[in-house]
């Protein structure tokens, strides 16, 4: 219900498939972190792990901004 009515005020349709652009580049890091890792190339592993933990509080922060936006958003409706 929620779905209809965000899209019937706001006036475009709501896709049915979801798109995690963001979240690729942070499984890349992750999964170089891993295989760097077991063949023991640790400072490769400790930078891309590095990486993946600024990208995923990056991550973290713009969703937690973006919902922050997106509740007070349908407050005011």
Known sequence: ???NRASDVVGFDVPHEV???CCEPLSSFFLL????GIFGFTTIAGAAATIAKILF?????????????GISA???L
């Open 33 to 36: 972190a891993v295989v760097a």
């Open 74 to 76: 349908l407050k005011r």
């Open 57 to 69: 509080f990056i991550f973290l922060a713009t969703w937690i901004i973006l919902l922050a936006l």
């Open 1 to 3: 219900m929620l779905k």
């Open 19 to 21: 798109s995690r652009p």
